[in-house]
């Protein structure tokens, strides 16, 4: 008997010493390298839930890139809702600061994205809530020059 609680301490003490490294590393992987986020909706159809609302795709959101202003023309970005700061939107980038957009249904008919901004939209034009609705979309970065 003696000998099973000394196996169960050993493994109880080596679970507890990898979870309080493993949890940390977690946290910080999630916060500053990627995460998995679910898509639904229609606003990035066909590329994201081309099965309509009976299903949802799932993402890897890349942070390392955001943190290095390294965004693109082209990219999927996960942006907070300017509707609801509890939600994020998922679209694409469709133009960077300094770029000229003729717009889809804006106030404006041709947009330049100011400085430390960029223009997004959903892949389903007509079915998305985006820059078209909201404008240019601050994205908290600068590019480097």
Not at 92 to 115: C, F, M, Q, S, W
Request: glycine fraction near 10%; charged fraction near 25%.
């Amino acid at each position: 008997m003696a000998h099973s609680q000394g196996w169960v301490k050993r493994y109880l003490k080596a679970f507890c010493k990898g979870f309080f490294v493993a949890v940390p590393v977690a946290v910080t992987f999630l916060d500053r390298v990627a995460c998995v986020a679910r898509v639904e909706g229609a606003s990035m159809q066909p590329s994201l839930n081309p099965g309509g609302s009976q299903s949802s795709d799932v993402v890897l959101l890349n942070h390392w890139k955001v943190r290095n202003f390294e965004v693109q023309r082209g990219d999927i970005v996960s942006l907070v809702s300017p509707k609801n700061p509890e939600q994020k939107i998922i679209k694409r980038v469709i133009a960077l600061e300094g770029d000229i957009v003729k717009t889809i249904g804006h106030k404006n008919r041709y947009v330049k994205v100011p400085r430390g901004h960029i223009w997004v939209e959903g892949d389903h034009h007509g079915h998305s809530f985006d820059s078209n609705s909201f404008g240019p979309k601050c994205g908290g970065w600068r590019k480097r020059k």
